[in-house]
């Protein structure tokens, strides 16, 4: 009985969580590319990942609880990480939609680690804050760093984004030490 209501919490949890903040089950993003999607982030607390639903809830710095379904292999990624582990969700706004780019462990390393759970190679893109910001233009090229499916790369620039091999992006996401698992990547 109280594996049914933890499955049932979890499932209210995720539905309450998408229809609160429109997301779908491809929700959140990243820095926004020339073409400009916008991009957002959840900073808060890991609540839960439960493998049945391939879900992760979580519970915002501002009090309000969020969930997203991802695929499996990123929730098998995931499973080591504990409630209350700090978390932050990156997404790109496209319409109504909500794609994750990316689920973060902010000190999960004692480095900034991209690891790519996609099921395609992408490139980690990185370059220098400009004027205090991510995603103004810098006076040298981004550095591209390729990832391939499964694997992971680091940076020690302050900001990044990934893209899908052979394309590239604007690194417009501040970069923080700790792990995050890249789920989808955009030019």
């Not at 009090?63 to 932050?88: H, N, T």
């Not at 490139?123 to 103004?136: E, H, K, N, Q």
Request: one cysteine or more; aromatic letters at 4%.
């Amino acid at each position: 009985m109280e594996r049914i209501r933890r499955v049932a919490g979890v499932g209210l949890a995720l539905l309450l969580g998408a229809g609160s903040v429109g997301l779908s089950s491809r929700a959140l993003a990243q820095a926004p590319a020339p073409a400009a999607l916008a991009f957002r982030s959840v900073h808060g607390k890991l609540e839960r990942v439960d493998e049945q639903l391939n879900g992760v809830a979580v519970v915002s710095d501002e009090g309000r609880r969020m969930a997203w379904q991802l695929d499996k292999r990123v929730i098998e990624r995931l499973k080591g990480f504990k409630p209350g582990d700090p978390v932050v969700v990156i997404y790109r706004q496209r319409g109504a939609e909500k794609a994750v780019t990316a689920i973060a462990f902010p000190g999960a390393a004692e480095t900034p680690v991209y690891v790519n759970t996609t099921d395609q190679r992408v490139v980690l893109v990185s370059g220098p804050m400009v004027d205090g910001a991510c995603s103004a233009p810098a006076k040298e090229p981004p550095r591209t760093t390729p990832i391939l499916a499964g694997g992971q790369a680091e940076t020690q620039d302050a900001c990044w984004c990934c893209a899908p091999a052979g394309k590239t992006c604007t690194p417009a996401n501040k970069t923080g030490l700790g792990r995050a698992f890249l789920t989808r990547c955009y030019e």
